[in-house]
């Protein structure tokens, strides 16, 4: 069985455009989208932590090293310029695929150059406190 789990995140980065006209999508700099390990075309979702809105739309690749992260098209309608946002790519792995996956987390700063990356660990199996 296959089951759907988190491959990678780029955590609290900054909308630097909404551009209602253009034709779907989200732009994120490259370093960033290999960074977090998304892919072109790839879909991801976006979490609005400034408002709560959360979609889905697909990668397109910017300009590398310019922090850029631009809504397109009728996202822009949902997430603004200046918002702060979590984005995040989910893929379905067997139960032992997941045994040892570790997704890729990427943070970055007020201009959104990357400071850190991290593949979390999966958390330990809670015991059962009445076993």
Same mark, same amino acid.
């Given at each position: 069985?296959?089951?759907?789990?988190?491959?990678g995140k780029?955590?609290?980065?900054?909308v630097t455009r909404a551009d209602l006209d253009y034709v779907g999508s989200i732009t994120i700099d490259p370093l960033l989208i290999e960074a977090a390990g998304f892919m072109e075309n790839e879909k991801i979702d976006i979490y609005d932590i400034t408002n709560g809105s959360r979609l889905s739309t697909y990668v397109i690749p910017g300009t590398p090293g310019s922090g850029e992260? &631009?809504?397109? &098209?009728?996202?822009?309608?949902?997430?603004a310029k200046g918002d702060l946002v979590i984005l995040a790519a989910y893929g379905y792995l067997t139960e032992a695929e997941a045994q040892h996956h570790k997704p890729k987390v990427v943070f970055v700063d007020a201009r959104n150059r990357m400071t850190a990356k991290e593949n979390l660990e999966r958390?330990?199996?809670v015991v059962d406190a009445f076993a």
């Open positions: 069985m296959l089951r759907q789990f988190l491959l780029i955590h609290r980065v900054t992260v &631009g809504i397109n &098209g009728a996202a822009a309608h949902l997430v958390t330990p199996a």
